[in-house]
């Protein structure tokens, strides 16, 4: 006997990484940088109409496994992300990632997908976004500490969004800066590379940290912070794994996304719980001014929530409509007879 058909619901959209890359070059990444930090900003918008809840954390020596999810009452959406300092020295990613939407309705699923490339460009509009509530106007020059997987999106994203011109690049790895300036060849961004983190951020009004290190580390010191600036800190994103110094966070004006989750895993671990922040989305529901004055240090306190995800599937989810960028997965077992699973099973014999 031959098994049989799937069912219509059993079949999941899938995009996998290969056409993941074709649709973002279709688009244009500028593009999909650009729309991906209106719609984070339009869910920061409707904050409060969110299922919230800290990432449910796994961790080893090595690394952290994450899950997490969200929901606005219509659709569930979770990721799977881990993240291992230590991996790129054995030839492996430090972070990877995979997500999911799902109907709340019925609970089942409506879109698979990698999620690796979706992260580095969700996290690179989000800072966007940020900085576009919290940097001085008019600044054209960011630096990019940290030259990583994620650091030529970010790039981009702070050109596309907020008219970077110049990014000044630093790594502890001259390797890795060099790549970065490699791939930032013809994006229209003058590229500096440095030999410092002081060097970097000179004259820079965007600091951006990005760096992976499964320790408390000290990337910028505070005299080296002059006022006026934006710090974007990205890579401080575990229990112990920062990367500014406790003065710098003492002079600046910080903002978080969900504060039960940055206070374990964001620079603000360091700081005792009087230490006062801001949630980033009050900022942009205009309940709360994000930069008040040009001597002001504002720093994003970013971790990475799950609502930014969320907004990243859910632009995946519009963009695929009618293309040929997803594949059809055989992933839900939906029989004719909802209560005969069994019977299902006995046909595929
Ligand atoms: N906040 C978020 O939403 C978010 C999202 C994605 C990744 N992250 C975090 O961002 C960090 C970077 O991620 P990635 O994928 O680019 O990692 P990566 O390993 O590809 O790159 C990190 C880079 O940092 C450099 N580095 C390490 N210590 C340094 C130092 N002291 N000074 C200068 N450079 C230093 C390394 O040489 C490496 O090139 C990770 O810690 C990751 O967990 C945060």
């Known amino acids: ?3 049989p058909l799937p069912s219509q619901k059993a079949m999941v959209p899938f995009v996998s990484v290969e056409n993941m890359m074709r649709l973002v070059h279709h688009l244009g990444i500028e593009r999909v940088l650009a729309e991906l930090t209106d719609l984070i900003e339009e869910d920061f918008g409707r904050w409060e109409s969110f299922d919230k809840t800290p990432r449910v954390a796994s961790h080893s020596r090595d690394g952290v496994i994450e899950l997490m999810p969200t929901s ?3 659709i569930y959406g979770f990721k799977y992300v881990n993240g291992h300092p230590k991996n790129t020295a054995e030839g492996l990613q430090t972070v990877t990632a995979f997500g999911l939407l799902a109907d709340v309705a019925t609970g089942y699923p409506v879109l698979l997908t990698e999620m690796t490339l979706l992260t580095a ?4 509009a989000t800072s966007a976004m940020a900085a576009r509530h919290l940097a001085p106007k008019g600044g054209k020059v960011m630096a990019m500490i940290g030259n990583g997987a994620q650091a030529e999106f970010q790039a981009l994203a702070m050109k596309a969004v907020c008219g970077i011109d110049t990014v000044r690049l630093y790594d502890i790895d001259p390797r890795a800066t060099q790549k ?3 791939n930032l060849e013809g994006s229209g961004l003058t590229v500096i590379p440095c030999t410092s ?5 000179e004259g820079a009004a965007i600091v951006t940290t990005c760096t992976a290190d499964k320790q ?3 990337i910028l010191t505070d005299n080296m912070v002059g006022p006026g600036i934006h710090i974007n800190a990205i890579g401080g994103d575990c229990p112990g794994k920062t990367e500014l110094h406790k003065d710098i966070l003492a002079r600046a004006d910080c903002f978080v996304e969900y504060p039960p989750q940055t206070w374990i895993e964001g620079e603000i671990q360091q700081m005792d719980r009087s230490y006062p922040i801001t949630e980033l ?3 942009v529901t205009g309940q709360v001014p994000g930069r008040r004055d040009e001597r002001q240090i504002t720093l994003f306190d ?3 929530f799950a609502i930014e995800d969320f907004s990243a599937l859910r632009y995946l989810r519009n963009q695929i409509v009618g293309t040929d960028f997803y594949q059809e997965l055989d992933m839900i077992a939906d029989p004719d007879d909802p209560r005969d699973l069994f019977g299902m099973l006995q046909r595929a014999r």
């Not at 460009?121 to 690179?124: D, F, K, M, S």
């Not at 983190?197 to 951020?201: C, D, F, P, T, Y």
């Open 216 to 218: 408390f580390a000290t």
């Open 180 to 182: 970065a300036a490699r």
């Open 302 to 304: 970013s971790v990475g």
């Open 72 to 74: 606005d009452g219509t």
């Open 281 to 283: 989305w009050q900022v």
């Open 121 to 124: 460009l969700r996290t690179a």
């Open 197 to 201: 983190s002081q060097q970097a951020i």
């Open 1 to 3: 006997m031959t098994a």
